[in-house]
């Protein structure tokens, strides 16, 4: 997994069921109250472009502009 995280200016690579994170070129660690909130919201965000994608590669090529 690689999610950028544009309000850390870093890329999440791995994490555990333990709540930990990996970022890139850094060690394991727990995230703090605000960089789980930015973990969250950059995950969250690209859930919806995935999802957008998805929506629009599903539908048929004739219908689309």
Do not use: C
């Not at 060690?27 to 859930?47: C, F, G």
């Not at 994608?53 to 090529?61: H, I, K, Y």
């Amino acid at each position: 997994m690689r999610l950028y995280i544009p309000t850390m200016d870093a890329v999440l690579v791995e994490f555990d069921n333990g709540g930990r994170v990996k970022l890139d070129r850094e060690d394991w660690s727990v995230p703090t109250v605000q960089e789980t909130r930015a973990i969250l919201h950059a995950a969250h965000n690209e859930v919806a472009a995935l999802q957008e994608l998805v929506t629009m590669l599903e539908e048929p090529a004739s219908s689309r502009p």
